[in-house]
């Protein structure tokens, strides 16, 4: 062999050891892409960190969990003070998806999962998913929704590596509409939920099991679902809105298909990677890491990966004061807006109208750009105040506001306008303007 030849050769070889170093959920990527990605993982693992309480609990410690040790696990410190956590909340009758994702948690944490707690967590969770669809012999919808139905299967099927049924895939499977989404709408956050489930239950499959080829179909039509549902948002690419992307973006890169779309796989990851870090409550930290990491929950499948050390003594370093600078190649957001927010809770209840002053607030140092969700998280970090949401096939829907919860049985719900008009879309979708005036009014439909 020539010295040219030879040089050759090792060129290639120290080019493909460089390429593998630079490895992302939409395949090698050039340096500085990847250390764009990587610290912005330091900086929300960090972040999430510091949202754990003095016990080891986070507000969803199993979710918390898993993503730290799937996509930062050397930021974790005293491990076994969550897992503790963990144990106990296995103990408490969580709902049937909590308790799928103590199950992952544990499993990520190389917890003994048939002795957790006292517990034996897969022989539980499959008793309980086995009850949720099914009662005194009949079939039955869920009563706790789906949601927690597709994670409780990928769930037992990534800690057992077997499936949890042939009758309970079958149900899942039936859940698919015609357009290949799972539930009653086109929901990115059912259909990626079902695709990972069903993703595993495809890989620990025989080769002869005749239901292969059905699950197969499902996942290639719930696929081609996820990719009609992207949608562009101020140069941002998103699969059915922000918040719904990480985990789809996961479950079309674990069935490769987004192989030959890497330029849209890049956007898409891009995107996530450029939402600002300091201002994601816990459950979207949460959901963003493993994705940036290029990892999902179908990995606690290897039996040969590390598991997380339980040095209860390490540190957590500080967070960079500036964690809301825009990490490299991210677009710079510099306009700041103003808002006010306007919480005025009117409704007719049991015959009397019940009126509240109404409460006035300036909110400041919001990005231009702000999803309207997102402006409502940081008046609630600062104080100012409370609401929850619960999550449906249309996003998020408000339904309590510092206190004062709308009552379903009595035909109450929060209305949200903006300059007197309702806004047109929900609180995932709608982005306030400089010195908007938003209004929260609780009322009621006829």
């Known amino acids: 062999m020539s010295t040219v030849a030879r040089w050759l050769l090792i060129l290639?070889?120290?080019?493909?050891?460089?390429?593998?170093?630079?490895e992302t959920a939409c395949g090698s990527v050039e340096e500085s892409e990847y250390l764009a990605l990587q610290r912005n993982v330091d900086v929300l693992a960090r972040q999430l960190m510091t949202l754990r309480d003095n016990s080891g609990a986070w507000k969803n410690t199993p979710e918390a969990l898993t993503s730290l040790i799937l996509a930062k696990p050397d930021v974790l410190s005293d491990v076994d003070a969550s897992v503790a956590v963990l144990e106990n909340e296995a103990t408490q009758k969580p709902s049937l998806g909590k308790f799928?994702?103590?199950?992952?948690?544990?499993?990520?944490?190389?917890?003994?999962?048939?002795?957790?707690?006292g517990v034996n967590l897969a022989k539980e969770l499959k008793r309980r998913l086995n009850d949720e669809l099914m009662l005194n012999g009949i079939n039955r919808e869920p009563p706790q929704g789906w949601y927690g139905v597709y994670l409780a299967v990928g769930a037992y099927c990534i800690s057992e590596k077997q499936s949890p049924g042939e009758s309970i895939v079958a149900r899942v499977l039936e859940k698919q509409g015609l357009r290949g989404s799972f539930h009653?709408?086109?929901?990115?956050?059912?259909?990626a939920q079902a695709m990972i489930a069903l993703t595993c239950v495809m890989r620990v499959s025989d080769s002869s099991d005749p239901a292969l080829g059905t699950i197969q179909r499902s996942l290639h039509l719930a696929s081609n679902s996820l990719l009609t549902g992207i949608s562009v948002e101020k140069d941002n690419v998103w699969i059915g809105n922000r918040y719904s992307t990480p985990q789809a973006l996961i479950a079309l890169t674990e069935n490769e298909k987004l192989d030959n779309q890497k330029r849209l796989c890049m956007k898409i990851l891009e995107s996530i990677n450029n939402r600002p870090a300091g201002r994601e409550p816990e459950a979207a930290l949460s959901q963003v890491l493993p994705v940036l990491k290029g990892a999902s929950v179908l990995q606690l499948m290897n039996d040969e990966r590390d598991c997380p050390s339980r040095d209860e003594s390490q540190e957590i370093e500080s967070i960079d004061e500036n964690i809301d600078d825009p990490i490299p190649n991210a677009r710079v957001v510099d306009i700041q807006i103003d808002l006010e927010f306007i919480i005025n809770p009117n409704a007719y209840l049991g015959g009397d109208l019940a009126s509240e002053n109404v409460t006035r607030f300036d909110v400041t140092r919001v990005p231009k750009g702000t999803i309207l969700h997102d402006t409502m998280v940081l008046a609630s970090q600062r104080e100012l105040m409370t609401f929850e949401t619960k999550d449906t096939a249309w996003g998020r829907s408000l339904v309590e506001i510092n206190g004062r919860r709308a009552n379903s049985s009595m035909k109450q719900f929060w209305s949200i306008g903006a300059n007197g008009k309702s806004i047109p879309v929900g609180i995932d979708q709608f982005i306030p303007s400089h010195g908007e005036k938003i209004s929260f009014t609780l009322t009621t439909w006829s």
């Open 184 to 191: 009653e709408s086109m929901s990115a956050d059912y259909t």
């Open 12 to 22: 290639c070889w120290i080019c493909g050891k460089a390429n593998a170093n630079y």
């Open 100 to 117: 799928a994702q103590i199950l992952l948690a544990a499993k990520a944490s190389c917890s003994n999962t048939t002795n957790f707690g």
